[in-house]
């Protein structure tokens, strides 16, 4: 596909996106309940999960181009096009478990210029929507991140620039305590005990990232006693957090590299992700060594 055809098909796929998301979040009224069925990664999903994947997975999917719709929330890739179109990957909703207490959310989306399962060095856009007190875009392409407000029906651009500030100031932690490892507790400790430090968590990575990216940072869902993977997934959430934080000035990694240079084997492979300012980056990956 020739670089002015696959700027088209994002703008659309970015478009669809964003004119989707307040329907989504009108139509998680009703829907907070569980489904009676597992996503591929073994988790009960909820009514909304199950919904807004159907819904995203028509609109993406006729997209002109567009030749894979994959998701979290379904097992196998839906092939749709031409070979030789983009793919996207998505998480239609990040955090669902935060349904029930009626907190944070997001859809996160990945296009990628390679079939899928894929390494996040083929992604040529990334983004998310956020579903807090106002829906807000965050869309990482040709180097910049911009930041929309989405209000149903336009996409009004806030800031065309994005950075992470230089002096971090949050952080977050994924997964409980007695399962990590004794090294990332260590670093934990090390983060917590800065007075310039404060803790974020919210139980959704969209939320907690978006964290990061406004005051600076860190977030991490590390791996974990049982599960040396952890629990984020590489194609839908891993790989275009990642891709969004490094195009903001941020670094990623799995622990020792960065998580756009991690191959993938499967389409539902985890990924231990931590994200935010170089420097915690850095402090982070000696910590692990
Ligand atoms: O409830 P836990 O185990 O702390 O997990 C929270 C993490 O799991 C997630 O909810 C996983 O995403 P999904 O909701 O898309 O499955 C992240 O958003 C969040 O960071
Ligand atoms: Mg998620
Ligand atoms: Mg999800």
């Known amino acids: 596909m020739t670089g002015r055809d696959a700027g088209r098909v994002v703008d659309e796929v970015v478009e669809t996106i964003a004119e989707s998301a307040p329907e989504i979040r009108q139509g998680l009224v009703g829907r907070r309940e569980d489904a009676d069925a597992e996503n591929p990664s073994g988790e ?41 179109g983009l793919s996207v990957g998505v998480d239609p909703l990040d955090g669902s478990s935060n349904l029930k207490s ?25 983004g998310w929507v956020l579903y807090g007190p106002i829906t ?50 260590a670093y934990v400790r090390e983060i917590e005990s800065d007075p310039d430090h404060k803790l974020r968590y919210g139980g959704a990575m969209i939320g907690d990232v978006n964290q990061v990216l406004t005051y600076g940072g860190i977030f991490a869902y590390p791996a974990l006693e049982g599960n040396p993977r952890g629990k ?7 790989n275009p957090i990642a891709h969004l934080v490094e195009t903001a000035g941020g670094s990623s990694t799995d622990g020792s590299q960065s998580i756009l240079e991690v191959e993938p084997d499967e389409l539902h492979d985890r990924v231990p992700l931590h994200v935010g300012n170089d420097e915690l980056i850095e402090r982070l990956e000696d910590a692990l060594e």
């Open 44 to 84: 009960t999903q909820a009514e909304a999960d199950v919904w807004a994947d159907e819904l995203l997975a028509d609109r993406l999917s006729s997209i002109d181009g567009v030749c894979q719709y994959a998701s979290e929330e379904r097992l196998e890739t839906i092939d749709c096009g031409d070979e030789g």
């Open 136 to 185: 807000t875009m965050a869309l990482a392409r040709d180097g910049v991140v911009e930041k929309y407000e989405l209000t149903g029906d336009d996409r009004n651009l806030v800031d065309d620039d994005v950075s992470l500030p230089d002096d971090p100031l949050v952080y977050g932690f994924g997964g409980r305590v007695p399962h990590w490892s004794d090294e990332f507790e």
């Open 232 to 238: 984020l997934r590489l194609q839908f959430e891993g």
């Open 102 to 126: 009626n907190n944070t959310m997001g859809t996160v989306f990945g296009i990628y210029d390679d079939p899928l399962p894929a390494p996040g060095t083929s992604l040529v856009a990334s």
